[in-house]
């Protein structure tokens, strides 16, 4: 089964950059979507960005501009660069898979354990 492991989270200063990793392994579908949520403390899980088998991305508009998906294809691993983080970037950041065609996803049926990411001024 796939499995995921999320690294690179941490506190950062506000206005400061950080970048989080999400190593995949297992079984991949011949189309996949993959994608980062997070979990702020007293609050609901909310999307942030996808990465679409076509290549294509979008994000959530709190981050469009200062966050960017992409994959490291030599790795394996989906990461999130974040810049210009400000304190509503508190959260537990989760990475997802699941299956999707084209620029579509259909659900994420896997997650990591989440890693923390704390933005303090």
């Known amino acids: 089964q796939v499995q995921l492991v999320e690294s690179g989270g941490g506190s950062v200063q506000v206005g400061g950059s950080l970048r989080l990793e999400c190593a995949v392994s297992?079984?991949?579908?011949?189309?996949?979507?993959m994608a980062w949520f997070r979990h702020p403390t007293g609050g609901e899980r909310k999307w942030v960005s996808s990465l679409k088998p076509d290549g294509s991305s979008d994000y959530t508009s709190s981050v469009q501009g200062r966050f960017t998906i992409s994959r490291d294809s030599a790795k394996n691993t989906l990461l999130l660069q974040m810049n210009s983080v400000n304190p509503d970037d508190t959260a537990m950041y989760y990475c997802?898979?699941?299956?999707?065609?084209?620029?579509?996803?259909?659900?994420?049926?896997?997650w990591g354990q989440g890693i923390q990411v704390t933005v303090s001024s």
């Open positions: 997802a898979y699941g299956p999707g065609r084209g620029s579509t996803c259909f659900g994420f049926t896997t």
């Open positions: 297992g079984p991949l579908d011949s189309a996949y979507c």
